[in-house]
Structure formats: C-alpha cells, structure tokens
C-alpha cells in the first residue's frame, strides 16, 4: 500500500491527465454542460474509480477473508495479506482530490450557485466511500486532508471516527437540503452521471440512506445521534433509496473477477447458511449457490456399488443437491475433507459433495463466458429497508410517521432483496431465483412460517435477512456482524458455525514516511488504542476501532 504521505502530496493536474480516458472523453463530449473548466471529466473520474479497484479488494478481501468472517461462505484460510485495503490508496489517489478540486473550480465562477447540486454530489460520494475506508481503518485524514495542492498543508490529523461520523451526518444532510431545492437552474454532469443520469432527487435518496449507515453504526456509541438521523431520514420530503434509486454500476465490460474466483481456493457455502435457505425456501438459493453432483441417478448408483454417503448428508432431502459444510474446517476435519476430495462411489462414479458459491453470479465472465454481465448494487433498497425495520423494532420511530410499520418495512426488504438478486442473476446470465413476475414466490417465502414476523424474535428475523441481503456486499456483511453479534451462536433459529480462529476486526494503516506526518499518525494509534505499527491478529482482533468498543463479540448478539 502506498504511504499516505504520497496521497495528500497528489496533484490533481496528474490525475486530471489520468482521467482522460477514451471511455471518458466518449461520454464527456459536450462541453456546453460546463465549458471550462470541465468538472465533468473530473466527476466521472471519481466515479469510476468508487467500482474499478475493487477486482483487487473482491480477491484478497471479500471472498477469501470477510465474507468467509461472515460466514457467507467458506474457503481454504489464508494469510491476512499485504494486498488488502486497496479501498484506502484509491480513497485518497484516485477519489477524493477530483472532489476538492470541481468545488474549488466552482468557488472561482461567478455564477457558482448554478452548481449547488453538483457540489452536494460530491460530497455524497467522498462520504460514500469514507464510510467504507473508516469501516476498516478508523481514524482517517479528512477534515485537513487534499490541502498540499491549494495550502501546502501536508500534515493533516487523523480525525477519529465520531469526529468523521458528525462530520458526515452535517455533510449529507446538508447535500440532502441542497439537493432539494429547485433544480431550473442548475447546471448539471451531462453524460458523466452515469449512475444517476443527473436525477438529483436520486442523490438526495442515496445521502438518506448513507445517513441511516452512519446511524447503525453510531448506535452503540450514542444512541440518541442515532435516533435523531433516523428521524430526520423519515422525516424528510424526499426519503430514502428505494427499487429506482438503488446506487448500482452498470457498465457492460466492467469484469473485476473474471477466472480469479477460484484464486487460490474454491470458496463453498457453510451449513448455517445453507441449512436456512433451505428451510425457508429461499428464491435466493439458487443464485447464491450452485448444485452439487447429487442429482439424477446418483441413488442407484450408490445402490448398486453398496455405498453409503456421509451422515450430514440426507438423502430423502429433496434439495440434496445443495449442501453446506463447516465454516471453520478445523472443527469438523473429517467432513470438511470432502470440500477438496470427492467421495467415491465406484472409479467411475465421484461426486462433490458441497455446493460452490454460484461463480457467474459473483464473476459473469467467470471462464471467459462473454454474455455476461456484472451489476455491482453498491447501496440497496433492501438494505435501507431492513435498517428502518431494526429501528422501528427497537422502538427509535416514536413520535413522528414511520410510512409503515417494523413488520411492513421487513417485507419490502425481503421484495427488493430478492428482486435485486434475481436482476443481478440475469444479467449475469446465471440462474435466477423468479418464476414469471415473481409475486407468488415472493409471496410464499414472506408468509413461510421461518420468515414470517411471529412477535417472538422479529428483531432477529430483521437482522438475518439484513444478513442475507448482504452477500455481495463484504464490508456491509462483516461490519453488520460486527455491530450486531449476529449470527449468533446459540441461535434455534439460525445458527453461526462454530468458529475457532481469531478474526482480524480492522485493518492496519501505514505509517508515513519518516519526517512527514508521523506524529499525526502515531497519535492517532495511540488515541485509537493500539500499538502503533502492529498488523498482528491478536492485535487486530482485540484492539478495536470506536465504533466497534462496545459491539458484541462475534456470535454473541443480544
């Protein structure tokens, strides 16, 4: 990873030349949006670089360390290694200095108040990815960071996370206000909103949303920050993401996997999650999992050769064909032998006994399959649904309208869930969950007696489909269980799996360059609590970030 120092020294004139791209020049090609300076090529720049480092952070991240934390998934155990927290270079190289430098750019025209909007959208955006930064990282250059260029201030502080949580909060909310004003006169990112197409009714959503992330976050630390971001999302005349504003990438040659799925390890689904899709009939089965080879006439030819499949198989399972094994292997060492060895029937006849994850629907291009193509839903109806869900249920909408109750808001996450997965899927061209429109199957799987609200442990419900929701979104799935302590151990109603290895609960940043802004740094550590310069896991999985002191340990929610 680069030093830090590097990233406050960068020149926005350098990145500004990086950023005329073909592809960008091709959908920046009207200078009469904004003639000059072209904040636009700058806008889209930032943009493109919130998606196109994550091939990196997917590989050595998600699927090999955070979703297998989480237990979505499960896979051989590998290093924490030195190619994780890319999300931090790109932060301060590629996505913050375009920001700063289209609202200095602005401050310089007289007619600056023709860019309320833009302004308000970039800041959305360094939010968005801020957020995502601190989640693994803690305190973080912001407040001073990206003045080497305009102030040669080359030493900024690490602002902590509750100095980087108000920060925000005031940051969206005041993009949120700005954004609702009358748009007539505003000028606007032509073709270089290629997420939102200049809908700034949309950004407003997108800044809600993120408010409502920084509020479960906050929730343990002050409960009462936390409730009155809740209320003024509910309370505000735009509200919310909901199905049309979900912030997704869409480029049809985006390819950030492609045939390193497998990198270093096959990854296979675990019991926990795979026993509750299974109970509950989930839609989503099939496209988070592919079958294993106990299909067709395997019985008789197990018959025939007088063989016996391990106990945690069964086989009057009619969904035999998806099995799940332990998410630590060292717990159960005989049967997590079968992840990487077939079980032999006769020498001709071998069957894999687990299921993989489905490879096309995390990489579509997975195998150099050409027709595929991969939607990277980055902030979800779904996931603000179940967050306004977990806080009507613990009682944070008192005294002002909720638009519907814990139970109302559940079910339209579960919708949108499925919806969104099922849209992923085909765009994949992998397996999808829907029959026809959908409504039926949907519909069964809200009233199926293990989903539906039962007045006993709807919280937990709420907070298992938040769980499931998250699958193809690693931060949000191990920041959920680090907050919550779920899934939880002793769970009757979904069980985590026994977990023996210590799990890292934050990264290690970096120290400067000697002479340039070790103090800031080593203050910040020692602020923090940890040892300066220590990327030890029991250091990393003891010492722990501010918004995470006083969060359950994994498994024990309550």
């Known amino acids: 990873m680069k ?54 952070e997917w590989v050595w991240e998600n699927l090999e ?37 289209i609202r200095r750019l602005i401050e310089l025209r007289a007619d600056k108040g023709r860019y309320r909007n833009i ?67 505003q000028v606007n990112f032509g073709s270089s ?41 509910m309370q ?36 926990s999650i795979m026993t509750f899709l299974k109970a509950t009939n989930d839609p989503r089965l099939p496209i988070y999992f592919t079958p294993n080879d106990l299909t067709g006439s395997f019985r008789d030819t197990l018959t025939k050769y007088n ?5 945690f198989i069964n086989l009057n399972d009619p969904l035999v064909m998806f099995q799940g094994g332990p998410a630590d292997w060292t717990t159960d060492p005989v049967n997590a032998a079968f992840y990487k060895t077939a079980f032999e029937a006769s020498q001709w006849s071998k069957y894999r006994l687990y299921s993989n994850i489905n490879k096309k629907f995390f990489a579509p291009r997975y195998n150099n399959f050409k027709d595929g193509q991969m939607l990277d839903y980055m902030v979800t109806r779904a996931e603000t649904c179940f967050y306004i869900a977990e806080f009507i249920q613990k009682g944070y909408g008192v005294g002002f309208d909720t638009k519907g109750t814990a139970e109302e808001w559940y079910n339209r996450g ?48 709420i907070y298992i489909q938040q769980y499931l929701n998250f699958y193809r979104l690693g931060n949000e799935a191990f920041t959920f269980c680090r907050r919550t302590g779920y899934p939880k151990n002793t769970s009757t109603y979904y069980r985590r799996n026994t977990w023996n290895e210590p799990i890292p609960r934050r990264y290690s940043v970096n120290e400067p360059p000697l002479g ?19 990327r030890s896991i029991p250091s990393l999985s003891t010492q722990r970030l501010w918004f995470d002191k006083t969060s359950p340990n994994f498994g024990e929610g309550n």
């Open 3 to 56: 030093k830090l120092s590097i990233y406050i020294f960068i020149s926005v004139t350098v990145l500004f030349a990086h950023s005329c791209t073909k592809d960008f020049a091709e959908i920046n090609s009207d200078p009469s949006l904004v003639p000059n300076p072209d904040v636009n090529t700058l806008f889209a720049y930032s943009l493109d670089n919130l998606e196109t480092y994550q091939g990196t």
């Open 65 to 101: 360390q955070l979703l297998r934390f989480s237990q979505h998934m499960t896979t051989d155990p590998y290093e924490l290694s030195t190619n994780i927290n890319s999300r931090y270079g790109v932060y301060y190289n590629n996505i913050l200095p375009n920001l700063f430098e």
């Open 119 to 185: 302004r308000a959208a970039t800041h959305i955006v360094q939010v968005l990815h801020g957020l995502k930064v601190t989640d693994m990282n803690g305190s973080i250059p912001y407040t001073q960071a990206i003045k080497g260029r305009t102030e040669q201030s080359f030493t900024p502080v690490y602002d902590d996370q509750k100095t980087l949580y108000d920060t925000w909060l005031k940051e969206l909310t005041d993009a949120v206000d700005s954004l609702s004003g009358t748009a007539a006169d």
């Open 193 to 233: 909103d290629f997420f939102y197409k200049n809908n700034w009714s949309s950004w407003a959503k997108l800044a809600n949303t993120l408010k409502l992330r920084i509020a479960v976050r906050y929730e343990r630390q002050d409960v009462n920050i936390a409730k009155q971001a809740f209320k003024e999302v």
């Open 236 to 271: 505000n005349t735009i509200g919310p993401i909901d199905d049309a504003s979900q912030f997704v990438y869409n480029r049809p040659e985006h390819n950030p996997i492609g045939n390193d799925i497998d990198y270093r390890s096959p990854r296979f689904a675990t019991s």
């Open 307 to 311: 063989k016996t499949l391990p106990a």
């Open 414 to 461: 579960i919708e949108s869930s499925i919806r969104t997965m099922d849209a992923i899927a085909i765009a994949a061209v992998s397996t999808p969950g829907l029959t026809g429109n959908g409504n039926a199957d949907i519909a069964a799987y809200q009233n199926n007696v293990n989903v539906k609200f039962n007045g006993v442990n709807n919280l937990e419900r």
């Open 516 to 534: 340039t802004n070790t103090a800031n740094w080593t203050k910040s550590q020692q602020d923090q609590g940890f040892t300066p310069g220590d």
